[in-house]
């Protein structure tokens, strides 16, 4: 078959004229079409070992219709010039957030804006067994006045993984990510990079929790509505039950990239707003109270913090509220003796689980149907990248058989080295994926 970008003018499938080459992508590219008189975008793909999956994919993210998320109304296979490719017909966009963005930052209200579109297009995904694995600047798209999550590069969970919260981690890493670049034009390259710290609230906290897996899409939708909580507990850890279960998309509005008006907040139904001012000013007092108690017992025996502050830090923001809420109708209670602190539970990605599994995380750059495509595959990667340990690795034992680079290892090594490898050539839907043996 010819380049793809040199088929513009051809018709697809009998019926959808390829107009003007509006992106390419490796294998994959999109043109302007036109579906029933309307503009359209229509995304070819070319050559894949996988054709199969890849029409499974697609024609399960069609089955999801949600503002936030771009539409595809039809997928199908054609034939074009002797060669067997794989389309789909998407709705039409216009400007990406990347376009944007190179030409200043976000303000923090078109920031917070970009996260309830996000927020609400991955919960959907996520709600019928969809990640989407893509997240960057140039895959956010402008509709009107409604911001878009592109839709054509999901991939499909098994059962297995749609009950494990960490197959949702890439999306949620990726779009804390995205908030650091639309506030400061700069990509990031790793979760420790210090200038997140300079962020405003409650941005500092989200990006923070989202990059190194603490928090949900459940953690940061609250961190929106409460900046104070954020503010004040910038790093909590996340239970598996707020990660797994996320906000109803329904209750988000389609924002705007170019607004600069966020829409009014509504107001609690538990309490009046006269009372909230009231509880932040208990809180702030609370916290003045713990820190000259933090104070005193750590010149005297330089003891850790007291249980209650480690109980405090162990808390997503939705149960910080809880306590915050009663907190002005609860009786004092002494605190608890020094002696009885317990640290907060940490757990490093790599390190054995209570029953000894290891967490294993693995970077797939390539996606075969068959062994010996993906065996081929490695082999060419080994004779240009070496280094790299390519090899193909099948979590099932059969197909779909996938290519991975850099070998086993944890969560933060997985993703540094997703980006590395892409920055080198590989492609840039890479993901890191965790598989526990």
Known sequence: MQSLNELEGKTLAGTYPLGRLLRREGD??????????????IFVAEGLQDEDQLIARLEAVSRVKHANVVGID????????????????????EENLAEVLRERPLSADETTQIIESLIAGLT?????????????????????????????????????????????????????????????????????????????????????????????????????????LAANHPVPATTEASKAAPPKAAILNPPVIESTQRPTGQPSTTQPRSKNVGVRI???????????IFYYFNR????????AQDQTLAQTPAQVQGQVSDASSAPA???????????????????????????????????????????KKAAAIVKAHPDWKPETFSPNGHGPYLVTVGG??????AFRFREKAVAEGLPSDSYAQNYSH
């Open 74 to 93: 039809k997928v199908g296979r054609a034939r074009l010039d002797g060669s067997s490719i794989v389309y789909a017909i998407e709705e039409a966009t």
């Open 124 to 228: 959907v995904l996520h709600e019928h067994g969809l990640v989407n694995g893509h997240i960057s600047a140039a895959n956010i798209f402008a509709i009107g006045d409604t911001v878009k999550l592109r839709s054509d590069c999901v991939r499909k969970l098994t059962p297995a993984q749609r009950s494990n919260p960490e197959a949702y981690d890439q999306d949620i890493g990726d779009m804390g990510a995205l908030i650091f670049e639309a506030l400061t034009q700069r990509r990031l390259t790793s979760p420790d990079e210090p200038a997140i710290a300079k962020l405003p609230v409650p941005f500092r906290a989200i990006v923070q929790s989202a990059v190194t897996g603490r928090w949900g899409l459940t953690d940061i939708a609250t961190a929106l509505r409460k900046p104070s």
């Open 28 to 41: 994959v590219a999109w043109f302007a079409t036109h579906l029933q008189n309307k503009p359209a975008t």
């Open 282 to 292: 208990l809180a702030i007092l609370a916290m003045v109270a713990a820190l000259g």
């Open 300 to 307: 005297i025996s330089h003891h850790a913090p007291t249980l």
């Open 408 to 413: 086993p290892m944890d969560r933060k090594a």
């Open 333 to 375: 209670q002494p605190a608890a003796p020094v002696s009885q602190a317990a640290p907060a539970h940490t757990e490093a990605s790599s390190a054995p689980s209570a029953d000894g599994d290891h967490k294993i995380w693995r970077v797939v750059v390539y996606t075969y149907a068959y062994e010996a495509e993906a065996e």
